[in-house]
């Protein structure tokens, strides 16, 4: 019910090439293989939403969807034509950021995207929440630090809400008992977990776990979801 439609409408490569900020946008972000397109996929209510970020060589671009669009959107973000007022009051962007942790990425590249990241993190104005998306089995690695690093330097905390998402919380942990340790997470990989975020400085952002098999987390992620809808 709180989505209608969802449809790909740009890749960027920079801040220029992402469409005009005539609506809110999310970002998702985190290594690949942690689950992101199936988490997206949940959210949205589809089978597979075509993922472009997978195809060889598209791994570097911020891929736009569009939500709860018209039809026409599409056209007239792609080609210019004006097809007049075609944006609906709920509808907002969803942005696949690149998944990093590919081995083979040249250091150019890296440097490129990370340089657009910051950027983007810094001036993108309708920019509302960041999902950053880590594996509950595995908790943070170095190159989480360096995101959360980039989130609580760049990130006007008034304007974006960053959340964490554990992805792929399917099964209750044994001896994952402590007070604030949601029962999904090894005590090990929770501690690690908040200790990266306090030394990063995003020790405030709320932590979502969630599961794309059990639809665990669905209706806590949208909570911010609206945050980007509601602009
Ligand atoms: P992406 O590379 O971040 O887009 O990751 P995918 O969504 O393609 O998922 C990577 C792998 O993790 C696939 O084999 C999925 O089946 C698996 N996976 C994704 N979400 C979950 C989840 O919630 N629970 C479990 N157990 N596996 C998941």
Known sequence: ???????????????????SPDRGECAFIGRSNVGKSSLVNMLTNRKS??????TPGKTQQFNYFAVNDKPELERQIRYG?????????????????PGFGFAKVPQKQRQQWSDFMEEYFAKRKNLKV??????ARHG???EDGRIMQKVGNLLDSNKTTYVVILTKADKNVKGADSEKNPGKVSNKVWEKLLETMKAN??????????????RLGRDEVWKYLRLAAEV
């Open 49 to 54: 939403l075509a993922f472009t970020s997978k």
């Open 201 to 214: 400085k995003v020790g405030y952002a709320p932590i979502v776990l969630t599961s794309a098999n059990t």
């Open 140 to 142: 943070p690695t170095e």
């Open 1 to 19: 019910a709180l989505v209608r439609r969802t449809v790909f409408v740009t890749g960027a490569v920079d801040l220029k090439g992402c469409p």
């Open 130 to 135: 960041v999902f950053h998306l880590i594996d």
């Open 81 to 97: 034509d004006d097809v007049g007022g075609s944006k609906d009051r709920d509808s907002f962007y969803i942005v696949d950021l």
